[in-house]
């Protein structure tokens, strides 16, 4: 079972935002020392959530400059805000930057304020997404010579007549990744032999008190498509390899008092700046084609807590990820930053990073070999 960091800090004022890169990166830089396999970013716009993350990529290839060992994930992508064309260009020059330990998350969003943003209708962001990732799997396919690529999708449109510069490190493009929770999402995993993120719920509850039930449904749905497709064997163990089910938050302590009344401060605090959030992302759904049909459950919640969260003392982290590692889940996701990133919450995060590496992953690691 392979063990990677989701960076997914907030800010709660424009002031902070410098002094959370920087925190950021001595925290993926602490996560490479630890023996992390990757290193997952956000892609989020306008609000303290990750504020860096307005463009992951370019902050991935910041950091893949001086992080040699990582691989660096997207979780995930939205992909009806990229221009196609951009999109191709900016995954293949990160897939040189990382010698192909690239892992592009895939979705359609989640937030009608980013796509307001964006030009793009909420209601309309699947169709957009879907049009988006056939665009791109045709700019990447074209050589020099073929004839030009003409799109027109909604907010994006042009005409490619030479092809995508650089070239992709990885035979045909870096592999991507979907959330396997749509049918055709999963089915397009499988059919290109790609991972994929599973879900822990099924909408529109967002939230729930058994997130193992839902990690096996969909999990096995993905690994029966994938191998039916009959790829070759070691494609089939890449992808699985890397098939992700996320933790919003996983805090680990030396007591199981101590990690929950330390795991409450957290979300106190996370649920306080996404209430401050959501003052302004409200603005956005004033019409239909822009309202959302799902809730989030609060984060103080047991339907929370029991999607999102992973803590304890390690040995109760070992116990709990037993089963997902049984049924096949090959990364998990480990969010080691959430909420505002203060000084005590960034300590806490270090100190999960140092338990999960010296007394829950050899544990795992040992297991596999």
């Known amino acids: 079972m392979r063990f990677s960091v989701f960076l997914n800090a907030r800010t709660t004022a424009p002031e902070q935002d410098r002094q959370l890169i920087l925190d950021l990166v001595e925290h993926a830089t602490r996560a490479e020392q630890l023996g992390f396999d990757a290193v997952f970013l956000p892609d989020h716009h306008f609000t303290g959530y990750m504020p860096v993350c307005s463009d992951p990529m370019m902050f991935a290839a910041y950091l893949a400059g001086s992080l040699k060992k990582l691989h660096f994930g997207f979780s995930v992508t939205s992909v009806p805000l990229h221009s ?65 690529i003409v799109f027109d999708n909604g907010p994006y449109k042009g005409e490619v007549i030479q092809r995508i510069a650089p070239a992709p490190y990885t035979p045909g493009h870096a592999r991507l990744m979907p959330v396997a929770m749509r049918e055709t999402s999963a089915k397009r995993a499988a059919h290109h032999g790609w991972p994929a993120f599973i879900p822990a719920f099924t909408p529109p509850n967002i939230g ?31 992808a699985l390899s890397w098939t992700t089910h996320t933790y919003q938050c996983v805090h680990i302590a030396d007591s199981e008092d101590q990690a929950r009344d330390e795991l409450m401060v957290i979300l106190r605090d996370y649920q306080d700046a996404v209430d401050r959030e959501k003052i302004h992302s409200d603005k956005a759904e004033q019409n239909d084609a822009n309202q959302k049909t799902d809730e989030t459950p609060l984060a103080l919640t ?16 070992r116990e709990h990820l037993e089963p997902y590692a049984k049924l096949g889940i090959g990364n998990i996701l480990c969010g080691t930053t959430t909420g505002p990133l203060s000084p005590q919450r960034l300590a806490w995060g270090d100190r999960t990073l140092e338990k999960l590496s010296t007394e829950v992953m050899p544990h795992f690691r040992a297991a596999a070999q």
């Open 84 to 148: 196609p064309v951009r999109f191709a260009e900016r995954v293949n020059i990160l897939d040189q930057l990382t010698d192909g330990k690239l892992l592009v998350g895939i979705g359609s969003g989640t937030t009608p304020e980013e796509m307001v943003g964006f030009g793009v209708n909420y209601q309309e962001s699947p169709a957009v997404s879907n049009a988006n990732l056939e665009i791109a799997e045709k700019l990447w396919a074209k050589q020099i010579d073929d004839a030009p």
């Open 208 to 238: 729930g008190t058994d997130p193992l039930s839902h990690v096996t449904k969909y999990f096995t749905k993905y690994r029966d498509l994938l191998l039916a497709v009959g790829h070759d064997a070691a494609v089939v163990k890449d």
């Open 302 to 317: 047991e339907d929370w807590i029991a999607t999102w969260c992973l803590f304890g003392t390690a040995k109760t982290v």
